[in-house]
């Protein structure tokens, strides 16, 4: 049996190209996978398109990867916190683009993709600015927004536990968007806290089928929105 | 306006009011700002869950001293625990509760909302983005939608109108406002007057708003000790 | 706190109707609610639209409904097995209709519903017979099947553990349709095989969140697949 | 055809056959009959896990006497095990897994093939109604999908066909057809005879083939032992 483990922080993000498309899972700080963020700092890779809930906290996680320049396009719900001033600032500087998308969509969005669907009939936005350009389709009497599902060449993200297949769980609510990234990438690397033997896990509580992921790497426990620069 | 400024409600008193339209059994979203006071003034017999959209179905209060988990936090970003019985859904699965018609009620804040229920509360209209977070998807699925504001705007004007000048988060959705002012239902046959501040009487409220309220029946706001 | 137990299978299950449309979960024999079922052929409920994915086995289950006159009508995937002789003999007979959904389009229609979307495009059935009236829509260059969101005005479903609040595990692939089907009624009732005090699942392993749970009947653990007639 | 009946595979052949092409690390989906035949034909020294569209990953063989679970069955309804390091999901997730491109392989029965990659599996012809199961889904989201089947019916004519005389399953899906005489890949090029059973010709598998095949570089199928 194939391990999926990747000894070293560059062996789990070193496939990823400049102009990539990332899934990165998180909402606020928690499930935020900043190693691999890190990691992908570190690459310098350019001209990313960042899939994620929030642009960033402070100096860390997504915000360094925007600050470093790395990030082309940034598709979120909510982009203007006071925490994400550095996306603020690179914004305003013309510097990145944004798609906003209301939160529940991106996350069906991007299930979708994981799916293997191609789109999605949803009340949301039905009317409003987020929904112009968008097909509205009439069925059962109503009027529907056609979202279209939403796919990374990459997805980043943070679990609990693996197993050698890859098989995650998770903490709390970390857990968050990272179950569904990790369906929808061709090529999903998981941080994981710690790694366990191939038969300590229940098959009734694994939340991320092994399947889905390609390769993971073990930070184990750390303090979470700290500033950890180039490594 | 001036002179009766001081028979507003506080923002702490307007959510005391919202809470005790929570009722037994319910799952409620709280959106940020005001409607998180709403949970410490539920009356302590009825079981109220909340549902924050990150995943958490049972959010309870921030955690005592020293108890907190960095990773357990609320839609807001703030620390919280888990009531028991809880559970950890992932964030599609979350929204699935949102809009498949098990959230009872959402309690949101508002710029505006319009006599028809149309709700805004995602974007001033001299942004040119702002920061939906699952405010639509929200409001759009919630079998309820609670608006809280204050009556008037910084300069005195009506939030309760009959055409939005704001971008729009979901049509018709509102059903109850709740304001420093008075308590505001949407029906069928328009908006109804509920309840006034003490202090107040109703031709101050219909002053400042302007959708004609239907005043047949109005009762004071019971204030919370 | 209001407890969800149903004292008795007729608390449970008493608020059925004629004519009301019954997401009942199940894939062979595992999963399928066979208590909730003989509570309902008990009240001899009459023209109910059954959706659920075999057409019973034997004489048990979703076959004793069949037998006993009270489905009007089956949506399901898989029809024509031999142990689905009571469903045959009906349908033969021209007493019962037929729906036949693709299995993976069905649970999606299903998890449609409980999450409150109008419908998906798929890629499933395109070009096929079952693909038949329904909307083509083109997106991103291919054809897709665009598939309505499917609900029930009831769900039976069986699970393992639950707590006061509903909350539910399930059993090995007994699991199968019964989450999607517990989030996609307007009232849902489970039966189950055991009862647990408040505390006693961790959040973290919980599949199905009580709030889509409307009342549990805790029925212990059964042989599945033996007759058990009117009670 | 008769006299080179014997030389025909058996269907433990053909299974045994398709296992060879079974490549280390890939999850599969087996459907009834035949590809539920393949398991036990793997090379040992490679990791082939099975998903079977009920919720399970990582389907193990029937279990030993006295150790079954009335809860743990596979697609075909078989009682089954799983192995270390598997998972169960609910059927929506499982069908994510087959559609949405995590599948490495399907194998599936069929009643023809179109030289184009054409399925059809689900119905005869006459037959008003058919049991669809998760074929559909399945064959239109795997990344390959291998066909097995005998090379004719049982009036000799041939299932690999020109134009399908059968109801459709999914459209241009079929990568690799395993059947009783051959092994043959559908390319963009067109039919390809990879594979013949040992004691047939070139000729004899195109006799019954309607459909043509490009016979360049044609190898015998290695029998097990």
């Known amino acids: 049996m194939k391990n999926k483990k990747s ?11 400049d102009g990539a498309t990332i899934l990165v899972g998180g909402f606020g700080q928690p499930g935020v996978p900043e190693v ?9 890779r350019r001209d990313l398109t960042i899939v994620t809930n929030n642009a960033g906290t402070g100096h860390s996680g997504i915000a360094r990867l925007i600050e470093e320049g790395c990030v082309g396009k940034l598709i979120c719900s909510f982009p203007w916190a006071k925490e994400s001033f550095v996306f603020k600032e690179l914004y305003d ?5 944004l798609e906003i998308v209301p939160q529940g969509t991106l996350s069906e969005r991007i299930r979708a993709g994981g799916a293997g669907l191609g789109g999605f009939l949803t009340p949301t936005a039905l009317g409003t600015d987020l929904a112009e350009g968008k097909p509205i389709i009439e069925s059962d009497g109503r009027e529907w927004v056609l979202e279209k599902a939403l796919r990374g ?50 098959p009734e509580v694994i939340v991320t089928p092994g399947v889905f992921v390609d390769t993971y790497f073990v930070t184990g426990w750390y303090e979470i929105g700290k500033e950890r620069k180039a490594s | 306006m001036n002179e009766q400024n001081t028979n507003l409600l506080t923002r702490l008193q307007i959510a005391a009011r919202a809470a005790q339209d929570m009722e037994d059994g319910w799952l409620v979203n709280l959106g940020i700002g005001m409607p998180t006071m709403i949970p410490a003034y539920i009356p302590k017999d009825r079981d109220v869950m909340f549902h924050s959209e990150n ?17 357990l936090i609320s839609a807001g970003k703030e620390l919280v625990t888990m009531v028991p019985g809880g559970a950890i859904v992932h964030h599609a699965d979350s929204f699935a ?61 009506a939030k ?31 908006m109804v ?33």
């Open chain 2, 193 to 225: 007057l509920d309840e006034i501040a003490p202090g107040l009487n109703k031709d101050d409220v219909q002053a400042v708003t302007d959708a004609p309220l239907i005043m047949d029946n109005v009762g004071e706001i019971a204030i919370a000790a």
């Open chain 1, 7 to 17: 000894a070293t922080l560059e062996d789990a993000v070193g496939r990823i190209q």
């Open chain 2, 97 to 157: 509760v949102a809009r498949g018609g098990r959230l009872d009620c959402a309690c949101l804040g508002a710029f505006q909302v319009v006599a028809n229920g149309d709700l805004c509360n995602w974007r001033l209209p001299n942004q040119k983005s702002g920061s939906v977070g699952g405010a639509m998807d929200i409001a759009a699925g919630s079998k309820r939608v609670f608006a809280m504001m204050t009556h008037t705007d910084r300069d005195g004007r």
């Open chain 1, 93 to 97: 500087a013309g510097k990145i683009d």
């Open chain 2, 55 to 71: 995943g958490l179905i049972g959010m309870g209060p921030q955690p005592a001293e020293g108890e907190a988990d960095q990773d």
């Open chain 2, 160 to 190: 309760i109108v009959t055409e939005r000048t704001f971008p729009l988060t979901a049509i018709g959705v509102v059903t109850r406002i709740f304001t420093d002012m008075a308590v505001i239902s949407i029906t069928a046959d328009g």
């Open chain 1, 36 to 44: 691999l963020i890190d990691g992908v700092c570190d690459l310098g």
């Open chain 1, 153 to 202: 060449d990459f997805a980043l993200i943070k679990a609990y536990k693996t197993d050698p297949r890859g098989n995650l769980t998770y903490h709390l609510t970390a857990r968050n968007f990272n179950p569904v990234m990790a369906m929808a990438a061709d090529f999903t690397i998981a941080e994981v806290q710690e790694d366990v033997a191939i038969d300590e896990l229940d």
